[in-house]
């Protein structure tokens, strides 16, 4: 079981991205949770090498961020989260699943968190945790105690639907992809799945799709127009396949709020051979409940 001072639901639905923090260190005891637990995370479900760190946040980074072009708008971060994974087919599935896990636990410990992804791999954040030449960090997440929102910010989260989730029949499928599983129908599994429902994404695109075959729950990526499916062609602007990283963040609400409701089971890649919709669709894994 994972250290979590709540029940996940009430972690998961609680956690919301901040993008502004008080103007104060994370408490001496607090960061030595965290850097513990961080060290603690070195495989994800598909075993691939994974190390994490706390470090301080600073002018520094900040100056990264805004390089980077999207994250200017993060103020006063008292730390940043990095991970780095090493290779592996499903090494970015690993990845977001053990960032997540350890978002949550932030979580638990009452800090402020914001997924940032993007082209990391080469930047100061990568030198910070020494990532080799054969790791990616596909992603780094700002912490820190969370300021007052202002309106200004409550209205922009509001106006960019931040906080909306898509429907369940439209995420939540029985037997194939074309048929919608009815909320009543999934047992006792229906609240690891209102917790996947509820999942950050890039984009709060939410990419994923799941199909119900007996005690088999099969994941699909349903790919967004404008992500990418590669990395860039050029070294210095290496950016992750951030739905893959989604598909992490996903199975981890998924399997810690079973694991936390006593259902137990486990991961595997065997495509099921279903049927898909369009070429948007991909296969990821499966979690097969025993």
Request: aromatic content about 10%.
């Amino acid at each position: 079981m994972m250290p979590f001072s709540a029940p996940l639901p009430d972690l998961i639905k609680s956690r919301r991205s901040c993008r502004t923090y008080e103007k104060k260190p994370i408490a001496v005891e607090t960061a030595a949770q965290l850097r513990g637990f961080a060290g603690s995370l070195q495989q994800g479900p598909f075993h691939s090498a994974l190390r994490f760190e706390l470090v301080a946040g600073g002018e520094k980074e900040a100056r990264t961020l805004k390089g980077l072009g999207t994250y200017g708008f993060i103020k006063n971060p008292a730390g940043f989260l990095i991970g780095a994974v090493g290779p592996g087919a499903k090494n970015l599935e690993d990845f977001g699943f053990s960032m997540e896990a350890l978002i949550l636990y932030a979580t638990s410990l009452g800090l402020g968190s914001c997924w940032l992804g993007g082209s990391f791999s080469k930047s100061r954040f990568a030198a910070k945790v020494r990532a080799t030449a054969a790791e990616m960090v596909p992603a780094v997440a700002a912490v820190g105690y969370p300021a007052d929102e202002t309106r200004l910010r409550a209205l922009l989260r509001t106006r960019i639907k931040a906080d909306a989730r898509k429907p369940w029949h439209s995420l939540f499928f029985h037997g194939d992809l074309a048929t919608p599983l009815a909320e009543e129908s999934a047992g006792a599994y229906a609240v690891p799945l209102q917790m996947l429902r509820l999942a950050p994404s890039a984009s709060n695109k939410q990419p994923w799709r799941v199909v119900q075959q007996g005690a088999c729950f099969h994941f699909y990526l349903q790919r967004s127009p404008g992500y990418h499916r590669n990395l860039s062609p050029l070294p210095s602007f290496i950016i992750a396949d951030l739905q893959r990283v989604d598909m992490g963040i996903a199975m981890c609400h998924f399997q810690l709020t079973a694991e936390e409701m006593g259902l137990k089971g486990e991961w595997s890649v065997a495509d099921p051979d279903i049927a898909k919709p369009n070429e948007t669709v991909e296969y990821i894994a499966s979690w097969t409940g025993k």
